[in-house]
C-alpha cells in the first residue's frame, strides 16, 4: 500500500480556510428573508427570530390618520403592541396622535420624512431623511427610532447599507395584507391569517377595510395562540435602548 504524505504548510492552510468558512456561516445565520432562507448581516430583516409564536403587526403611515384612534382600541381590546412607522412629515401633522399612539404601549418607527422613493436618493438624502424623523420622534415620545421601513417596500444593496451604516435595521416583511388597494375587509384578514407563522411581520396601512379586519384578524391570531409584540420586541438581538439611543454620529 503506497503512503502519501501531505505538506504541513497546506494542512495549515486548510485547517484556517474551514475555520474562516465555518466563521462565516455561523455570524450569517441571524434573520431570515422571504423565502425562509438564513439572511446575512445587513440585509432586510423579513422576520423575526425568536422561534416562538409571536407576530409583529407594523402600521406604515404617510396618511390615514382619521383611522388610527379607533384602531388603537381594537388593539388594547385584543392586548396587542404593534409598530407604527411613520413619515416625519406625517408626524409634524399629528404629534398628539403620535404621543398617544406612544402611550399606548406601541413602537414608533422610522418610515423617512416623505413618502418618496429611497432607491433614488443619495446616501446623504437618505440619512437627512431618517434622522429628521428620527428627531421629530424623539421630541414627541422621549424614544428614538432604530428600524426602518421603505416607502414602497423598495430596496438595493446601497440603500440598505445608507440605512444600516447609521445603526439601524431595515424591516420588510413576511405577510403583506396589500390592504392599501382597499380590498373587503374579509380578505385582508384571510391574507393575514393564511400567511401567518412564528415570527411573522404583517405589513399594514391605516385604511377603512383594515379597520373593519381588525376585530377578525387579532380574535383569529389569538385564537391560534400568537402574541402580538412590537418590532423591537421580536428583533431579539438588536440589543438597542431606544430612549437613549444616538445615530447622530451615525449620519455622515
Known amino acids: 500500500m503506497r503512503i502519501y504524505f501531505v505538506p504541513r504548510r497546506v494542512l495549515k492552510l486548510s485547517a484556517l480556510v474551514f475555520l474562516l468558512v465555518c466563521s462565516f456561516l455561523t455570524a450569517s445565520i441571524v434573520y431570515f428573508n422571504e423565502a425562509g432562507v438564513p439572511a446575512t448581516a445587513g440585509s432586510p430583516i423579513y422576520q423575526g427570530n425568536t422561534g416562538k409564536k409571536v407576530v409583529a403587526l407594523t402600521v406604515n403611515v404617510d396618511w390615514g390618520e382619521e383611522f388610527i384612534p379607533a384602531m388603537l382600541k381594537e388593539f388594547k381590546k385584543n392586548d396587542a403592541k404593534v409598530t407604527f412607522f411613520v413619515t416625519g412629515k406625517w408626524a409634524e401633522k399629528h404629534l398628539e396622535l403620535l404621543k398617544e399612539m406612544s402611550k399606548a404601549g406601541h413602537s414608533i418607527q422610522n418610515h423617512g420624512y416623505k ?127 431606544n430612549t437613549n439611543h444616538d445615530h447622530g454620529s451615525k449620519t455622515e
Do not use: C
Open 115 to 241: 413618502h418618496v422613493h429611497f432607491n433614488q436618493l443619495s446616501k446623504e438624502q437618505t440619512q437627512a431623511q431618517i434622522k429628521q424623523t428620527e428627531d421629530i420622534i424623539y421630541k414627541a415620545t422621549g424614544k428614538r427610532s432604530s428600524y426602518f421601513a421603505s416607502p414602497y417596500g423598495e430596496f438595493d444593496r446601497q440603500l440598505v447599507k445608507n440605512v444600516t451604516d447609521m445603526d439601524y435595521e431595515f424591516i420588510m416583511w413576511s405577510a403583506d395584507t396589500i390592504d392599501w388597494q382597499r380590498p373587503a375587509p374579509e380578505t385582508i384578514m384571510q391574507r393575514v391569517l393564511k400567511r401567518v407563522h412564528n415570527d411573522a411581520i404583517v405589513l399594514m396601512h391605516p385604511t377603512d377595510p383594515t379597520l373593519k379586519a381588525l376585530p377578525g384578524m387579532l380574535a383569529g391570531l389569538k385564537k391560534e395562540g400568537y402574541r402580538m409584540i412590537t418590532i423591537d420586541e421580536m428583533i431579539t438581538n438588536a440589543g438597542k435602548d
